[in-house]
């Protein structure tokens, strides 16, 4: 399994991204994709996420409508678009991949394979 995440990059406060997250080599129906973020010094807290056969997606409490998920299973990407991004937002943007579904899938110990990151940074 190999995900790879792109998109991320040096934006302005106020301003919005769309990160994706391609997947390739899952053979099974049943698993989760995650977004996580690290920002520096820090540990890698969870973003959202969704079971593939699931219809729900999890969102963390800090989300708080600013970020927005969506899917698109015919090429396997998942998107993740951040608006009115904060310095806070600053952090190196990672997507994840657990053969397994449920509400759990916020944390990192639910996953099994992780793509390389992406890294966005907020500042004017």
């Known amino acids: 399994v190999q995900l790879q995440a792109f998109g991320g990059g040096l934006v302005q406060p106020g301003g919005s991204l769309t990160l994706s997250c391609v997947a390739s080599g899952l053979t099974s129906d049943y698993y989760s994709i995650g977004w996580f973020r690290q920002a520096p010094g820090k540990q890698r807290e969870g973003i959202s996420c969704?079971?593939?056969?699931?219809?729900?997606?999890y969102y963390a409490d800090f989300v708080k409508g600013r970020f927005t998920v969506s899917r698109d299973n015919a090429k396997n990407t998942v998107r993740l678009q951040i608006d009115n991004l904060k310095p806070g937002d600053t952090a190196v943007y990672y997507c994840?991949?657990?053969?397994?579904?449920?509400?759990?899938?916020?944390?990192?110990?639910?996953?099994?394979?992780w793509g390389q990151g992406t890294e966005v940074t907020v500042s004017s």
């Open positions: 994840a991949a657990g053969l397994r579904e449920g509400p759990f899938c916020l944390y990192t110990i639910f996953y099994d394979y």
């Open positions: 969704f079971g593939h056969t699931d219809d729900r997606t």
